[in-house]
């Protein structure tokens, strides 16, 4: 940073101090994705020149509305504000990058979860809950965030995440609390593994396809599992037995076609399926049933799965359609001042018809 007068650029913008404050040189700024500082800490760009402005624009959207002010110091002086929209055909020597506001960082969060498990001032709530005791949070926050998904409405989604967030993040805490491990580690460990298991984006292998990354996926893994000293841990291994049995099902297939088990064709899942209705009809008790219809949903998922399909979405798109439209028959049959069990079978299909012509999916 010789190459500028860095106490010139300060007085320029007004900063009386660089507390807090991220200097960042443009040159590293190349690579970036995404903001490498956190949002509610203040930036300066130094050496904006050498910034790639269309790169560098896209990776502040992800994180600043696209009216966000900064301020530009012009490469022969004199500062201008101008928002982020404007960027891309903006030339200066530095740009200053004003926090984005309290709260706004992932390191905030874990402060005021730190700040709720104290054990002076915090929430006599946050502060006894375990591991154990947070669990069916988790389930009820991670269920939550499917169905935000499944509606396709980013503002449930958005409002989700941030109570999935706030489970992983406390269970996190707790453990930093008890010696277990830190959110620090938590993080470099996906990091590391990310990068370990995507050597075809961070390292020198060329995959052809998907199905090529899948392969890789499985042999890192496997290898990961024989330098772990698990060698008697199989594809199937891992996944765990909680799971959704739908989720679980297409888990199971998805992982075994990775390392070649599969059918060749989709005709080979079509004949399948249409074998395992021939068994369910054959069957002469419950057991035999209870094991065939088994063998038919399994087949059902194969075929989501070779269809590119989400079992688990489907089935629950398919849950939700039906509560749609059994809550019309009821809200009509109480329109006709009956009830629905002194209607008949015919009476209710012509009204479930009703509900099916008014697109109620």
Not at 65 to 86: A, C, H, Q, T
Not at 265 to 292: F, S, Y
Request: charged share 30%; aromatic share 8%; proline share 3%.
């Amino acid at each position: 940073m010789s190459s500028f007068d860095l106490s010139a650029i300060l007085q320029a913008f007004e900063l009386e101090s660089i507390a807090r404050l991220m200097l960042i040189d443009g040159d590293d700024v190349k690579s970036w994705h995404m903001p490498a500082f956190a949002a509610d800490t203040p930036a300066l760009i130094l050496r904006f020149e050498l910034v790639d402005k269309v790169n560098f624009k896209k990776a502040l959207g992800f994180v600043y509305p696209e009216n966000f002010m900064m301020r530009l110091l012009g490469s022969r002086g004199g500062v201008e504000e101008v928002v982020l929209k404007d960027l891309e055909g903006r030339e200066g020597a530095a740009l200053f990058i004003p926090a984005l506001g309290v709260g706004t960082s992932f390191e905030a969060f874990q402060e005021i979860i730190a700040h709720l498990r104290a054990p002076e001032d915090g929430c006599p709530w946050d502060k006894e809950q375990t591991h154990l005791s947070l669990r069916k949070h988790l389930l009820e926050e991670s269920y939550e965030a499917l169905a935000a998904l499944d509606e396709e409405d980013p503002a449930k989604m958005g409002e989700e995440f941030g109570d999935l967030l706030l489970q992983i993040v406390l269970n996190a805490q707790i453990a930093a609390e008890s010696g277990e491990f830190t959110m620090a580690q938590v993080l470099q460990g996906i990091y590391d593994k990310i990068v370990r298991r995507h050597p075809h984006v961070f390292g020198e292998v060329s995959v052809d396809g998907v199905g090529q990354v899948l392969a890789n996926w499985e042999k890192i893994k496997a290898d990961e599992r024989k330098k772990d000293g698990d060698i008697k841990k199989g594809v199937l291994d891992g996944l765990p037995m909680a799971l959704p049995a739908l989720i679980q099902a297409q888990e199971f297939q998805d992982r075994a076609a990775r390392v070649g088990f599969d059918w060749p064709q989709v005709e080979g899942v079509l004949d399948k399926v249409k074998e395992e209705i021939d068994e369910v009809r054959a069957t002469t008790n419950q057991m035999e049933l209870t094991d065939e219809l088994g063998d038919l949903f399994f087949a059902l998922v194969n075929l989501a799965r070779w269809k590119k399909i989400d079992a688990e979405a489907c089935v629950r798109g398919a849950n939700l359609k039906f509560k749609k439209r059994f809550k019309y028959v009821e809200a009509r049959a109480h329109e006709m001042q009956r009830t629905m069990q002194e209607m008949s079978i015919q009476e209710l299909d012509d009204l479930w018809n009703e509900a099916k012509k008014s697109n109620l999916s």
